[in-house]
């Protein structure tokens, strides 16, 4: 159900990211782009960082230029959000060398919405009390601009803290957007993300003609955004890889999915020899049978609830039922995330 324009603009992508690692980083990049950030954003030559005696990253290279969209994956704990800082010359690395290129304007996804003022309207969060914005040396006006969020011209005069989590989301992503920035980071974007909001953020990434580092453990979400991956595989090892996370599995046969999420890949002398797969307990089958079943049913109250949410006759409720549904919400996202894992581990 994915735009197939979408698609084929990120198979584009992938292709132009193939060709520059075949020819050794001769990117054919528009002049305008050159103009704007410099071609190179980040060149990472054997970085290696520690936390205390634990590696997180052990001899790392590697070149990302402007339009690269990078995914980052491995499990929590595992280095992900220190690499970031890394990459943007936050944090000094403890070996190797970390080299900016110029003109890098970083815009950051808060998913914690901390940059939005609650008594402001949504106009005002955006506008600042300007009725024209400049969006990417166009001007816009700000009711035409929030439209593209899924504002509707009547609900501008809404202050945030009436505003639900995936508007309170799609108006942080209007925010972000206004904004010069050739550099997105965005850690974990996909929490607590409605439907629309989640397509939003997907094309616009697409779209966006910068640099993106994105930190998720949606699957679904990598494989229709980024070009590369660059994949935490245990022991401090970063590999990168081109295409979204079902292209890493691809070219890492040898990895399953549940590794990635639960734990670091098993040193050499811990893998076991290769045999059979281990049957299931008739407990185990019965709950791998049942679990497709009971995915589809919490997803479908979780689009019930959505539709809800996007309905503006639904605010004229008492705030005491708006807030019950968000908390409902909020509790069937943590339902399906432990219903994907242990189908996940039941399989593997």
Do not use: M
């Given at each position: 159900?994915?735009?197939?324009g979408?698609v084929?603009?990120l198979?584009?992508?992938?292709?132009?990211?193939?060709?520059r690692?075949?020819?050794?980083?001769?990117?054919?990049?528009?002049?305008?782009?050159a103009e704007?950030?410099?071609?190179?954003?980040?060149?990472?030559?054997?970085?290696a960082?520690?936390?205390?005696e634990r590696?997180l990253?052990?001899?790392f290279?590697t070149t990302?230029l402007?339009?690269?969209?990078?995914?980052?994956?491995g499990?929590?704990?595992?280095?992900?959000?220190?690499?970031?800082?890394?990459?943007?010359?936050?944090l000094e690395?403890?070996?190797?060398r970390?080299k900016?290129?110029?003109k890098?304007e970083v815009a950051?996804f808060d998913?914690?919405r901390?940059?939005?003022?609650?008594e402001q309207?949504i106009?005002d969060?955006?506008s600042?009390?300007?009725?024209?914005?400049?969006?990417?040396?166009?001007?816009?006006?700000i009711?035409?601009?929030l439209?593209d969020f899924?504002?509707?011209p009547?609900r501008?005069n809404?202050?945030?803290?009436?505003?639900?989590g995936?508007e309170?989301n799609?108006?942080?992503?209007?925010?972000l957007?206004s904004?010069?920035a050739?550099?997105?980071?965005?850690?974990?974007?996909?929490?607590d993300?409605?439907v629309?909001?989640?397509?939003?953020?997907?094309?616009l990434?697409?779209?966006?003609?910068?640099?993106?580092?994105l930190?998720?453990?949606?699957?679904a979400?990598l494989?229709?955004?980024?070009?590369s991956?660059?994949?935490?595989?245990?022991?401090?090892v970063?590999?990168?890889?081109v295409?979204?996370?079902?292209?890493w599995?691809?070219?890492?046969?040898?990895?399953?999915a549940?590794?990635?999420?639960?734990?670091?890949?098993?040193k050499?002398?811990?893998?076991?020899?290769p045999a059979a797969?281990?049957?299931?307990s008739?407990k185990?089958q019965r709950e791998?049978?049942e679990?497709?079943?009971?995915?589809?049913?919490l997803?479908?109250?979780?689009?019930?609830l959505?539709?809800?949410?996007?309905?503006?006759?639904?605010?004229?409720?008492?705030?005491e039922?708006v807030?019950?549904?968000?908390?409902r919400?909020?509790?069937l996202?943590a339902?399906?995330?432990q219903?994907y894992?242990?189908?996940?581990a039941?399989?593997?």
């Open positions: 159900t994915r735009n197939e979408r084929r603009a198979k584009a992508l992938r292709e132009e990211r193939r060709e690692r075949e020819l050794g980083g001769a990117a054919r990049i528009g002049v305008q782009e704007r950030s410099g071609k190179l954003v980040v060149e990472v030559e054997h970085l960082h520690r936390w205390g590696p990253i052990n001899d290279s990302i402007r339009g690269d969209k990078l995914g980052l994956i499990p929590n704990g595992v280095g992900k959000s220190t690499l970031l800082k890394l990459l943007l010359g936050q690395p403890q070996a190797g970390v900016l290129g110029t890098l950051y998913q914690h901390a940059q939005l003022e609650e309207s106009r969060n955006v600042q009390g300007r009725d024209r914005i400049s969006i990417n040396g166009v001007d816009r006006h009711v035409s601009y439209q899924l504002f509707p009547d501008l809404t202050p945030v803290k009436a505003l639900s995936g309170r799609r108006l942080l992503l209007a925010k957007f904004k010069p050739n550099v997105l980071v965005l850690d974990e974007p996909t929490n993300l409605d629309e909001t989640l397509e939003l953020l997907e094309s990434l697409v779209e966006f003609e910068g640099t993106v580092l930190v998720s453990h949606d699957r979400f494989n229709n955004v980024v070009t991956c660059l994949a935490f595989e245990g022991e401090g970063v590999n990168e890889y295409g979204g996370y079902d292209d599995l691809r070219q890492r046969p040898s990895v399953s549940a590794s990635v999420v639960a734990k670091p890949k098993p050499p002398e811990e893998k076991p020899k797969k281990r049957k299931l008739y185990d791998l049978d679990l497709p079943r009971r995915i589809e049913v997803e479908e109250e979780q689009a019930a959505h539709a809800r949410l996007a309905d503006p006759a639904f605010y004229q409720q008492a705030g039922a807030a019950e549904v968000n908390a919400l909020k509790a996202e339902e399906l995330e219903a894992e242990r189908w996940e039941l399989e593997a």
